[in-house]
C-alpha cells in the first residue's frame, strides 16, 4: 500500500474514533466545561481536545472542593466537574441536591458497561452525579524475611495475628509500626478494628456520623487498641513519628509491619523485601464484611448548565484508563479487571501484589473517612502509663464526632 493512501486511512481512522466518542453514545459534547480541583490534570485536557465542540477550562485551587461546590449554587458560571474524595461529604453533598441526576444519561456511557460490581454498594451511585475514576484500599505491609522467620505470612485469623506480633516482640522486634504523629495512621487502626469487630454495616453508619464513637462496639475497639498499646505492640515513638518513619522501619527490620494505604508501596526502597495482606479477621465476628478504599472521582454538580456534556468528558476519560488519576501512586483506574489467576480478595500494587483489588459480593466497600478527618488525640493515647483503659480515647473520639455534626 502506498504511503499517502496509509496516511488517508489513518486520518480517517482518527476522525471515525473521534465521531464514535462524540456521537454514538447520543451525548451532546459541544460545550464548554468548567472544572475544579486542587491541580491541573494534562490528560483530562487531552481527552476534551478530542471530544466535538468541547473547551475545557480547569481551575486549579486550593480551596476543598465541597467549599467551592457551595459557592457556585449563586454563580453565573459554576463548575459542571469537580475532583472528589469518597467519603461522608460526597454523601451529605448528594443529600443536599449538590450533584447532578445523571440516571437517564449514565445508562448511555461506556462506563456504565464497564463500572466493577462494587459500584453498586457506593452512595452516592453515577446515576445519582459520584463517578469513581480510581481507587486504593488498605492492608498490612510485613517484611517478608522477618515473616519468614516468625511462621508462615497466611495469617488466617486476627488471634493468630497477635501471635505472630507476642512472637515478634519475644525477639526484640516491634510488632507494629506506627507513625501516629499527625493523626490518621492510628485512626486507620481504630476504625480497622471497629469493621473487623462490628461489621460492614455498623462501620458504615460510624464512618456516616450517624453512630456514635462511644457505642458498645467503639469503646469494644478502642480498649482492644489499648490493649494492644499496653502489651507493647506499637512503636515506643508511635506519638512522634511520621508515615514515613514507620514504613522504613518495617523495611530495615526494626519492625515486623505497618498498617497503611497500597499508594506508599512506591515509598519503599526495596518494594521486593515487603509482603503485602489484608487486616486479619476474627472468626464469627465482623458480619457483614468490608473492606476500606480511597475512592477518588468526579461529581458532576447540580449547578452545571451542560451534566451531560461533563459526563460524557468523564466517561471518555475513563475509557482511556484515567491516567491523571492513577499514574504514579500505586492506584488503579476503575475499568482495572483481574487477569485470570489473581486473587480477588486482596489488593493491588504493582510491584508487591499480584492481586485485584475486586470485593466479594456479600462485602461492603467503606470509606477512609478517618483520613479526613485526621485524629490528634493519638499522641495522649500512645503516651499514656500502661494499664489505662481504651476509655480515654473513645472520650476523644465522641468529642471529634460532636464536632463533624
Not at 101 to 114: F, I
Not at 357 to 373: K, S, V
Request: with cysteine; glycine share 10%; proline share 6%.
Amino acid at each position: 500500500m502506498m504511503p499517502c493512501v496509509k496516511n488517508i486511512l489513518a486520518a480517517l481512522c482518527v476522525l471515525a474514533c473521534t465521531f464514535f466518542v462524540s456521537c454514538t453514545r447520543g451525548l451532546d459534547t459541544s460545550a464548554e466545561i468548567r472544572y475544579a480541583a486542587q491541580s491541573e490534570d494534562a490528560a483530562l485536557g487531552k481527552t476534551a481536545s478530542r471530544l466535538r465542540g468541547m473547551t475545557l477550562v480547569q481551575d486549579p485551587a486550593p480551596e476543598y472542593w465541597t467549599i467551592r461546590m457551595r459557592g457556585d449554587r449563586e454563580s453565573p458560571l459554576p463548575h459542571d466537574l469537580f475532583l472528589v474524595e469518597w467519603g461522608r461529604e460526597i454523601v451529605s453533598a448528594q443529600e443536599a441536591g449538590d450533584l447532578a441526576a445523571l440516571g437517564k444519561t449514565w445508562p448511555r456511557t461506556a462506563s456504565s458497561r464497564r463500572m466493577p460490581a462494587f459500584s453498586g454498594s457506593i452512595i452516592p451511585s453515577p446515576e445519582e452525579g459520584f463517578i469513581p475514576s480510581a481507587i486504593y484500599t488498605w492492608g498490612i505491609f510485613y517484611n517478608r524475611k522477618i515473616m519468614a522467620e516468625l511462621g508462615s505470612p497466611a495469617i488466617d485469623d486476627m488471634d493468630a495475628f497477635v501471635a505472630r506480633c507476642n512472637a515478634a516482640k519475644g525477639r526484640g522486634i516491634v510488632p507494629i509500626a506506627l507513625g501516629a504523629s499527625f493523626g490518621w495512621p492510628g485512626a486507620a487502626w481504630h476504625t480497622y478494628v471497629d469493621l473487623r469487630l462490628n461489621g460492614g454495616k455498623a462501620a458504615w453508619e460510624r464512618v456516616m456520623g450517624r453512630r456514635p464513637f462511644d457505642d458498645a462496639g467503639g469503646r469494644e475497639a478502642a480498649e482492644l487498641l489499648a490493649a494492644w498499646r499496653d502489651a507493647g505492640f506499637f512503636s515506643p515513638d508511635a506519638a512522634r513519628t511520621g508515615m514515613q518513619e514507620s514504613l522504613t522501619a518495617v523495611e530495615s527490620g526494626r519492625a515486623l509491619c505497618v498498617l497503611m494505604g497500597s499508594f506508599t508501596a512506591e515509598r519503599f526502597v526495596n518494594p521486593g523485601a515487603i509482603g503485602f495482606i489484608e487486616v486479619p479477621f476474627w472468626k464469627n465476628r465482623g458480619q457483614p464484611r468490608g473492606e476500606i478504599a480511597g475512592l477518588t472521582g468526579f461529581a458532576v454538580a447540580a449547578a452545571s448548565k451542560k451534566p451531560q456534556a461533563a459526563l460524557a468528558l468523564v466517561d471518555a476519560y475513563l475509557e482511556e484508563g484515567s491516567p491523571g488519576q492513577a499514574a504514579g501512586g500505586y492506584t488503579l483506574p476503575i475499568r482495572f479487571r483481574p487477569r485470570d489467576g489473581e486473587d480477588l480478595r486482596a489488593v493491588q500494587s504493582r510491584i508487591l501484589a499480584k492481586t485485584a483489588w475486586l470485593l466479594l459480593p456479600q462485602e461492603q466497600i467503606m470509606p477512609l473517612q478517618f483520613f479526613q478527618d485526621s485524629l490528634k488525640v493519638w499522641a495522649g493515647f500512645f503516651e499514656r502509663k500502661p494499664g489505662s483503659s481504651g476509655a480515654d480515647l473513645a472520650g476523644a473520639l465522641q468529642a471529634l464526632y460532636a464536632r463533624s455534626r
